[in-house]
């Protein structure tokens, strides 16, 4: 596959990479995620104003550089390689990309929020029962007066703790399909249990009782909202890919390195033909993890199908090569591959978690089994 990036999108590349390299320290990072508030919110600024990147693939109408997917592919996998846990898939990616196709006053000026850094959005769609299934909805929004008024609860959502707006889905009693209420953080109703996930980055459990919201926060026509949930979901797994890929070049390559020092038998490992076997299924599985990825991030514009059967397979590829390469990457080390000192175990546990964002391995393959069948 030809995939060459332009003379702009090498120098945003370069940027972010430099940026991250000179600014973003993983032990550090590690310290805000376990014992601090999960995030470093100077960073999360300093993305904004000082590199620019929560507005590389946003228009310019709002503040952004009308950039595309292939920004948000370049950004989204060097901030896999330096293992980044501020919100910028949920915030940059899903709720942005739910912004701009609501449109209307309200949405613009939350988007000039996001390239500006002030807001931070998180998405509250799954529930118990639901899977991964965005269409399967039982919390509820009715009028009272001119305000509307949410009740349910959502499971899972991820950055909820950090976050300024919630996007919330439920369905209405006049509308068949699925609408999208945007409620700010702190309003009277809304509970949220927070907890730290597997991969060190926070996620909430939320209950909405009667949680009392304008008439402007619905964003959208009522229960019209299901398309624009779908493409999000799929612009999600093109994002969390891209980020895997970065966090598979990065244990390759520390794999690899440290195959070269570790010496048993008086020579290095990396001499038993064996592990260099392994090494190089690693380096396949990651290669056509690439390609897939490279080939979803093309198909987000084209029609609905055709993107949905790309995102499946990404998905589905990612799922498998994650799996492989982090664990080999901690057999390869040893018993020092799960501990606090090496960034292998924290590798691995976010490609652990990425397996089963927006849909597990094996549901990705049904769901493209599904989408090409005659």
Do not use: C
Not at 59 to 88: H, M
Not at 170 to 189: C, H, I, M, N, Q
Not at 280 to 285: G, H, N, Q, T
Not at 286 to 293: C, D, I, K
């Amino acid at each position: 596959m030809d995939f060459e990036y332009t003379a702009e999108q090498q120098l945003l590349r370069d940027t972010v990479t430099e940026f991250l390299a000179a600014r973003y320290d993983l032990e550090k990072s590690r310290a805000a995620a376990r014992i601090g508030i999960g995030w470093q919110p100077e960073i999360w600024h300093a993305f904004a104003t000082e590199v620019g990147i929560l507005g590389a693939a946003l228009p310019e109408q709002v503040g952004g550089f009308d950039g595309g997917p292939i920004e948000t592919l370049i950004i989204a996998e060097a901030f896999g390689g330096a293992l980044v846990v501020e919100p910028y898939v949920d915030t940059v990616v899903v709720g942005a990309g739910l912004l701009r196709r609501a449109g209307g006053a309200r949405a613009e000026e939350l988007l000039r929020g996001i390239v500006s850094g002030e807001v931070i959005t998180a998405l509250a769609a799954l529930e118990a029962d639901s899977g991964y299934n965005l269409a399967k909805v039982s919390t509820t929004a009715r009028r009272d007066g001119d305000d509307w008024v949410l009740d349910g609860a959502k499971t899972v959502v991820t950055s909820a703790p950090l976050a300024t707006h919630l996007l919330v889905t439920a369905r209405t009693p006049d509308a068949d399909g699925v609408s999208l209420f945007l409620v700010e953080a702190g309003t009277a109703g809304l509970t949220l249990h927070s907890y730290r996930t597997i991969d060190e980055r926070r996620a909430a459990d939320i209950t909405l009782d009667g949680v009392r919201i304008p008439a402007d926060a619905l964003l959208g026509s009522e229960g019209a909202a299901d398309d624009s949930l779908a493409t999000a979901a799929d612009e999600a797994i093109a994002a969390i890919s891209a980020e895997a890929i970065g966090a598979m070049r990065r244990v390759l390559a520390d794999t690899v390195d440290y195959a070269k020092q570790r010496r048993q038998f008086g020579v290095p490992i990396a001499s038993f033909q064996v592990l260099q076997h392994r090494m190089v299924d690693m380096y396949f599985e990651l290669e056509q993890a690439v390609a897939a990825t490279y080939l979803v991030t093309l198909k987000l514009g084209a029609p609905k199908q055709e993107r949905a059967r790309a995102a499946a397979a990404a998905k589905a590829t990612i799922g498998r090569a994650a799996r492989f390469l982090g664990q080999s990457a901690v057999q390869l080390h040893g018993a020092m591959g799960m501990t606090e000192e090496l960034a292998i175990g924290h590798f691995f546990k976010r490609l652990t978690a990425i397996q089963f964002e927006w849909g597990t391995t094996d549901q990705h393959i049904a769901r493209y089994a599904a989408l090409t069948r005659p």
